[in-house]
């Protein structure tokens, strides 16, 4: 402890050099703190592990296949269920196919929804008025503030799957998981397509306990199993993993990505603890001379290093950690759209970050403070810089 | 102006051995990450851009963002195939196939599942996609349960090899022959006979229908005459326009490749600026004798700029080169990501254009130069006098 002053006094010797260090220490740490934003995003646990007993059921072949209404109805007769809602993916336009304006448009039944998410809670407008306007739409608070949408205005959506022009009228607004859905009322369609016998991509099933969760997935799966439309019923946190499957390699790419840049930093770093040990070659052997130790040089170095890393990595998380509002703000408009609204601060990123720093700091000292601390003291003396 | 010989600068970068080469291998890391990305987003947009002709339209229900949300009617075909402007084939028929897309979740080789496109196709598809070609075993027989598979889409998935059968749900399906199409489109797929396959899936229609016109006159008539019907509620889209549109499943890759290659950049900008003002520092004397020689500010600065630029050129090359070694031995093979207009799998290869080497080094060209503009600004300002004196 009692040469911590000398380490700092040394580091911050060539206040340049330290300052365009710690800058080019920063931004690397920067980069791999979102990269662990988007990796542990696509980890995330929908339901915080809280376990909400949620139940997804699709077609056996695919999510691109249907499932007829009648399946709804046999399985809110389950033992267990508490309650059971389609869940019919829209598809459509809202204005154009731009990236800018796709998000998530299903049917569902409003008399359930809300107890199936029962822990999405309205902030505006209120469920009776979704529940009772058959035009209504129930959207997420990110879809209002990035379009600017009031309670009471018209959403018009047109129809690919489902043909035609739809006009909703906002009469809530919900804060949840997913803010960036917009649910409108399934009977809707229904009436439209009468000749499409109520038919859903998905049922959504809450039910009482865990245990009853793990005895309806069988119970599902084997009352279907022989009518014309199979099922997969699976829990939340499966059926998400399902679509973070679909991204294939994405999540190989973005690990192997950030440790690649952790190289960069260990170079960068490495380098700077090179320049400062080469530099101080005559000083490190008079200090030797006037009985300092080989630990001790050791020692010395290796710490000016972690304070270097620790320095770069700590700025680099704290504005990571200012930044972050900000960028979830920014992406949600670039082409990342899909993943920045599961984006918040998650303490397993910074955890990561500062055993990254403490790494780095340690390997890039390590060469040339065993260098420094090895060199005999006459030749470091004789050295003429 | 007297400028100061390159050789000076070069022989400087090799004076500092370890330094110039830690700098060097650090920019041609950042390249080497900047490229590798950008390569997986340029492979999966070439997948569209390749594909689809100019002569081909792709008849799809109004509004439709692909052919998995659309749906024509039986009865609607035969209005389709009459309409003027279509090309008609050796023995007289049309030249248009039905399709029906459908979607299927199939087990990848060594674990883990994915969707995958099945299209059922009219007899004349193989005649409208000239890429087509069979690889491997025969085309399927219609009305018999077979498919044939894509070579790559073979390659990712379990039980996809000529002689396998492949499973979804209650069907059972023979492979019976493997094509390739030339890196486009139905690369990702498995081809199967329409009227089978809408009897398994129980579909009384169609997803599309995919038409090729007589020349650009025939083109616009035949467009013309869709829109012009409105009992039909379709619409038809030139197939080329129709892939293009669907390059944005590239952008978010390609996004996150420029976004870290222009954060990681400054910080190997500021890499370079370190080992630049360590290199200035050292030879403070020498600049000093330069200047006291006669050298202006100018060339001294121009000097120490194209020594950084040097050094960066260096690290650029280095990374273009880690670049193509890693496509080439490590990510040589297929891959696959979602494709979330159409919620399945497209399979493409690593592409590293010689644009985006040359992106590569211009890249690195930009940080040469600011990471030397700065020190070099302060060499270009040392005192004579002062400097001259100085000891070590």
């Known amino acids: 402890m009692k040469y911590l002053p000398l380490v700092a006094k040394n580091l911050f010797r060539k206040k340049t050099r330290s300052g365009l260090t710690v800058g080019s220490i920063l931004l690397p740490f920067f980069v791999i703190c979102i990269l662990g934003t988007l990796l542990a995003t696509l980890d995330a646990d929908p339901s915080g592990g809280a376990g909400m007993y949620r139940i997804a059921v699709r077609h056996k072949v695919s999510i691109a296949n249907f499932l007829p209404a009648t399946h709804v109805e046999k399985i809110r007769q389950m033992p267990g269920v508490k309650g059971a809602t389609p869940f019919n993916w829209f598809g459509g336009q809202y204005v154009d196919f731009s990236s800018f304006n796709i998000f998530q448009r299903f049917g569902v039944d409003p008399e359930v929804l809300l107890d199936v998410f029962d822990e999405a809670k309205i902030v505006e407008g209120s469920a009776e008025e979704w529940k009772r306007d058959r035009s209504a739409a129930l959207v997420g608070r990110l879809l209002t503030r990035k379009y600017g949408w009031r309670l009471g205005q018209r959403v018009t959506l047109k129809g690919d799957i489902w043909p035609g022009t739809y006009e909703f009228t906002i009469r809530a607004i919900y804060e949840g998981q997913d803010e960036s859905i917009l649910f409108f009322h399934q009977k809707l369609l229904d009436e439209r397509f009468p000749a499409r016998g109520g038919r859903t991509t998905n049922i959504w099933i809450k039910a009482d306990s865990a245990a009853a969760v793990e005895r309806l997935i069988p119970a599902i799966n084997a009352q279907f199993e022989n009518s014309p439309w199979p099922v997969r019923a699976e829990t939340e946190k499966e059926f998400q993993n399902s679509f973070i499957g679909l991204l294939g390699n994405v999540k190989l790419l973005v690990k192997s990505l950030a440790v690649i840049i952790a190289l960069v930093i260990l170079l960068i770093a490495g380098n700077t603890m090179a320049m400062a040990a080469r530099e101080r070659v005559t000083e490190i052997a008079v200090l030797r001379a006037i009985g300092y130790t080989k630990r001790t040089i050791l020692g010395l170095m290796l710490a000016e290093s972690l304070l270097l890393a620790l320095t770069g990595g700590a700025a680099g998380v704290l504005v990571y950690v200012a930044l972050l509002p900000k960028l979830k703000a920014v992406l949600l408009y670039s082409p990342l759209a899909g993943f920045a609204a599961g984006i918040r601060l998650f303490p397993e990123v910074l955890a990561t970050a500062f055993v990254t720093t403490l790494a780095v700091g340690l390997l890039a000292g390590l060469v040339p403070a065993i260098r420094s601390a090895r060199r005999p003291i006459v030749d470091g003396l004789r050295q003429v810089a | ?392």
């Not at chain 2, 007589?214 to 009992?231: C, E, K, N």
């Not at chain 2, 890693?326 to 990510?331: G, N, P, R, S, Y």
């Open chain 2, 1 to 392: 102006m007297l400028s100061i010989p390159l050789k000076y600068n070069w022989r400087n970068l090799f004076v500092r051995k370890i330094t110039t080469g830690l700098t060097v291998l650090g920019i041609g890391l950042v390249v080497a990450v900047f490229l590798c990305v950008m390569a997986l987003g340029e492979g999966l947009s070439r997948v569209f851009t390749a594909s689809g002709s100019d002569q081909n339209v792709l008849v799809l229900r109004q509004n439709s963002q692909s052919e998995l949300q659309s749906g024509i009617g039986r009865d609607q075909v035969p209005i389709i195939e009459t309409l003027p402007g279509i090309a008609k084939d050796t023995d007289g028929k049309p030249l248009a196939s039905p399709e029906l897309v459908v979607v299927v979740n199939l087990e990848k080789q060594g674990g883990g599942s994915s969707n995958v496109t099945i299209r059922g196709v009219g007899e004349k598809a193989m005649k409208l996609r000239p890429t087509f070609d069979m690889e491997k075993g025969r085309m399927f027989t219609p009305g018999k349960s077979e498919v044939v598979v894509s070579k790559s889409v073979s390659r990712r998935f379990a039980s996809c090899d000529v002689g396998q059968t492949i499973r979804f749900g209650a069907y059972r399906w023979t492979v019976v022959g493997l094509f390739d199409a030339g890196g486009t489109a139905p690369d990702s797929e498995i081809w199967t006979d329409v009227e089978g396959m809408a009897a398994d899936f129980k579909r009384n229609g169609y997803s599309s229908v995919l038409a090729r016109t007589t020349d650009r006159a025939g083109r616009d008539q035949f467009l013309a005459g869709l829109a012009g019907d409105p009992r039909l509620a379709l619409e038809g889209k030139i197939e080329r326009k129709y892939y293009d549109e669907q390059t944005s499943t590239a952008a978010p890759i390609k996004f996150l490749g420029v976004f870290v290659g222009v954060v990681m950049a400054i910080g190997a900008c500021f890499g370079a600026m370190n080992t630049m003002y360590a290199a200035v520092s050292a030879r403070t004397r020498e600049i000093a004798t330069l200047r006291a020689l006669g050298f202006g500010r100018l060339s001294i600065m121009a000097s120490f700029v194209l020594e950084s630029v040097v050094l960066a050129l260096l690290g650029g090359l280095l990374g273009c080169v880690l670049g193509a070694l890693a496509v080439k031995l490590a990510l040589s093979g297929v891959t696959g990501t979602t494709n979330f207009a159409t919620f399945s799998e497209v399979v493409f290869a690593f592409r590293l254009t010689p644009e985006l080497l040359g992106t590569g080094m211009v890249f690195s060209l930009v940080m040469g130069f600011f990471g030397g503009v700065f020190p070099a600004g302060r060499a270009a300002f040392t005192k004579i006098t002062n400097a001259l004196r100085q000891v070590g």
